[in-house]
């Protein structure tokens, strides 16, 4: 109905009097100008505040730039040429990706199997989202303290409960790969349930015949899922693959007050858990307060975050195509 | 009904486990929250909460190095300012997105869903240096002014807008003679209560949450939110476990909070916008 009404002339032409009421010329003024007043703030606060700092980011990239110094001396690509053969900054990128991948493997997996339970016919139905929500609704600064306190080396719940089960006490703040499957922790225990809803949304929308007349084929339950499922999902799990690379590789909060203390933005003495971010941090501001080096970390992570959402979404379809062909 | 569909007893098995590992963190650091310092040592660790809460809580805001009531204060401050500001900002230009026909609307759209893929947190540079031109830093519109608009709320509005507000409705206003600031007060406003209360509840959490920038531009540590209370208690008083997770635990009871009152609404909102999306 509504689409039959869109089809009349858009706007009702304004009764060619020839003399003008104020009234109808207010009207006018109003239909013609007003919605580009409506979205005039978003597009003024969000140019000032959101895209120029973006662009002048590559600016001040170029540029000897730092809190003290006066004249701001442009250098061209040193920064970058110097980030190029700079160990810590690629110690912090392998920690990023290490961390990415040890965190949103198992959590889009995990948010698959939890998506697929939810979709049956449950009792209790809500109060089931509502559990397996909540990590999500947590202060992130919050759990990270908590979480480094369970992953705390003499008296963390985790070594405590792998002694039971004969593992020694593992130092998870001082060894690097411990850290990242720490961090992982974290990362995966509050995004896992959200996933896992937005999968829920979408199996909800597969057609139920779809899987009637698998069954009728004689195709079971895991065959279901892998055959007709998944394949329906991929729009959608690429969706979340996105979401997680852009949110992953920018990860701050959570490496940042896992470690405490001095060498806190270092992510420990020696740089075990720090991220991209977190070297953009300890550049950029205290104790360094180098911006325009600072600068140039966050376009090289930028450029990481496209890069690496490319790659993704290459094989992600590319699994796909080969699994049709398998069935 | 296919069996396929049917909950046998080790659906609620995984589940009922999901659901203890979701919830266990959060309930243990109540558990830490109300019991002495020592309960940190004890071996097995204590699971039942205590009865010492009243003291950690008593200890935690006389703290001289987290000002933890200041943080509290600005945090309510700076989620409740740019809550109103996103749902209104965000109401109006999805008000205007769907329903009203202008040059270069298609084009504009475009550019604010581009917006939304764009990590913004890669600007803080800049927008530091901005906030020290404006002479901002260490103060509250440092982070309030630029989360007032976000380009999630114009898109989440736009999509709800164009399915959940009668064009007849809005015509048959115009014919009476409503102008079109009227007709977003009394008309639209109201078709989009449901969707603006989803995206009100997101926007607070979200800011409340927020750690990254405040951290970045708040560094007066007599000024902070509610988050840089937390990370100044996490890093000066890390022996002290009961007094940190009592800061933790009141830092997270608003959310919890919010999310037991309106839990249902947030649901159907980050479901439908992901059919959507």
């Known amino acids: 109905m509504a689409v039959q009404l869109d089809a009349r002339p858009p706007v009702v032409p304004a009764a060619r009097h020839a003399r003008q009421s104020r009234g109808h010329r207010l ?64 110690h912090s990128v392998v920690n990023t990706l290490g961390i990415f991948v040890i965190s949103t493997v198992p959590q889009l997996l995990l948010a698959l199997w939890l ?41 963390g719940m985790i070594n405590w409960l792998l002694d039971h089960v004969g593992v020694d006490a593992i130092d998870w703040k001082a060894n690097r790969v411990a850290s990242w499957v720490a961090i992982s922790t974290m990362v995966d225990w509050r995004w896992t349930g959200y996933n896992a809803l937005i999968f829920l949304a979408a199996m909800q929308a597969i057609p139920r015949d ?57 992510g420990g003495p020696l740089r075990e858990s720090q991220t991209v971010t977190m070297y953009m941090f300890e550049n950029a501001f205290a104790p360094h307060y180098n911006f325009g080096y600072g600068s140039a970390v966050a376009w090289l992570l930028f450029a990481l975050i496209a890069v690496v959402a490319a790659i993704n979404v290459l094989i992600l379809r590319r699994l796909g195509g080969v699994r049709k062909e398998d069935d | 009904m296919p069996r396929i569909w049917s909950a046998g007893r080790l659906t609620y098995l995984a589940l009922t486990l999901t659901a203890i590992l979701s919830v266990f963190p959060i309930y243990w650091m109540f558990v830490v929250a109300s019991r002495t310092s020592d309960a940190m040592g004890q071996v097995p660790p204590p699971v039942t909460p205590g009865g010492n809460l009243g003291a950690n809580i008593a200890r ?14 600005n945090s309510a401050i700076v989620a409740f300012t740019v809550t109103v500001s996103v749902v209104f900002f965000s109401t109006l230009a999805g008000f205007a997105f769907a329903k009203l026909r ?51 709320g114009v898109f989440m509005m736009r ?28 008309v639209v406003l109201p078709a989009l209560r449901p969707a603006a209360a989803v995206l009100g509840l997101l926007t607070f959490m979200t800011t409340w949450n927020d750690f990254l ?17 937390l990370r100044a208690l996490s890093d000066g008083y890390y022996q002290d476990m009961s007094q940190v997770f009592t800061g933790t635990a009141i830092a997270t009871l608003p959310l919890l909070l919010v999310f ?4 249902r609404q947030i649901i159907g909102g980050i479901m439908e916008g992901a059919v959507k999306a």
């Open chain 1, 27 to 90: 009207s006018r003024f109003d239909t013609r100008y007003s919605p580009y007043l409506y979205i005039a703030p978003f597009f003024l606060l969000f140019g000032v505040f959101g895209i120029y700092p973006l662009v002048y980011t590559g600016w001040v990239s170029l540029h000897d730039w730092d809190l003290l110094g006066a004249e701001h001396t442009f250098i061209g690509f040193d920064n970058y040429t110097q980030l190029m053969g700079d160990p810590d900054f690629w």
């Open chain 1, 115 to 155: 998506a697929n339970l939810l979709n049956r016919q449950l009792r209790a139905r809500t109060t089931w989202r509502m559990t397996v929500l909540i990590p999500n609704v947590t202060s992130t600064a919050a759990v990270a303290i908590v979480f480094a306190v369970l992953f705390g080396r003499e008296f």
């Open chain 1, 210 to 266: 779809l899987y009637e007349s698998a069954s009728i084929d004689g195709a079971g339950r895991s065959r279901q899922f892998w055959s007709i499922t998944v394949p329906l999902l991929k729009p959608t799990i690429i969706f979340a693959v996105i979401i997680s690379t852009i949110g992953g590789l920018q990860l701050f909060t959570e490496p940042r007050l896992f470690n405490s203390g001095t060498n806190a933005i270092r």
């Open chain 2, 60 to 73: 935690l805001f006389a703290n001289t190095d987290a000002y933890f009531l200041t943080g509290l204060i």
């Open chain 2, 102 to 152: 202008f040059r270069g609307r298609n084009a504009l759209l475009l550019v604010i869903v581009a917006t939304m893929m764009v990590p913004t947190q890669l600007g803080v540079i800049p927008l530091y240096l901005l906030m020290t031109k404006l002479n901002w830093n260490d103060r509250l519109p440092a982070v309030i002014v630029p989360a007032l608009v976000t380009g999630f």
């Open chain 2, 159 to 186: 999509q709800y807008a164009g399915q959940a507000v009668s064009t007849e409705l809005i015509e048959a206003a115009r014919v009476d003679g409503c102008n079109t600031a009227r007709i977003y007060w009394n």
């Open chain 2, 213 to 229: 920038w405040p951290y970045a531009v708040l560094n007066d540590p007599e000024n902070p939110t509610v988050q840089l209370s």
């Open chain 2, 260 to 263: 037991v009152v309106f839990g």
